[in-house]
């Protein structure tokens, strides 16, 4: 399963970013129609953060510290998750991957994610 993340870069705090997600091949896309994707980050020397999912059908969960500021999205017809990050901030400043779930329902439990792709970098200047 391929995935790969992409639309980081660097912008200002109050800035808004749009990342995408999305299946490099046949396969991949196969498996992921039908399940949840999740949205995580990691910044230098911290864990993986869970930031949100999205279900097969559209449900979605938040991460408390993302939540009214990030929303998740899908084109199934694409093959695509989206991050729509509005109101950037410093902390926010890391590398965000995507995942897809072994499971069709939105969760946050890092054991259910089994792929992790390459990330893509966003830096938050203050």
């Known amino acids: 399963v391929q995935l790969q993340a992409s639309g980081g870069g660097l912008v200002q705090a109050g800035d808004s970013l749009r990342l995408s997600c999305a299946a490099s091949?046949?396969?991949?896309?196969?498996?992921?129609?039908?399940?949840?994707l999740g949205w995580f980050r990691q910044a230098p020397g911290k864990e993986r953060e869970f930031l949100g999912s999205?279900?097969?059908?559209?449900?979605?969960i938040y991460a408390d510290s993302v939540k009214g500021r990030f929303t998740i999205s899908r084109d199934n017809a694409r093959n695509t998750v989206y991050l729509q990050m509005d109101s950037l901030r410093p902390e926010d400043t890391a590398v965000y991957y995507c995942?897809?779930?072994?499971?069709?329902?939105?969760?946050?439990?890092?054991?259910?994610?089994?792929?992790w792709g390459k990330g893509t970098l966003v830096t938050v200047s203050s």
């Open positions: 995942s897809v779930s072994r499971h069709s329902m939105a969760t946050s439990r890092l054991e259910y994610y089994y792929n």
């Open positions: 091949s046949a396969a991949t896309r196969r498996t992921i129609s039908n399940n949840a």
């Open positions: 999205i279900g097969w059908r559209g449900s979605t």
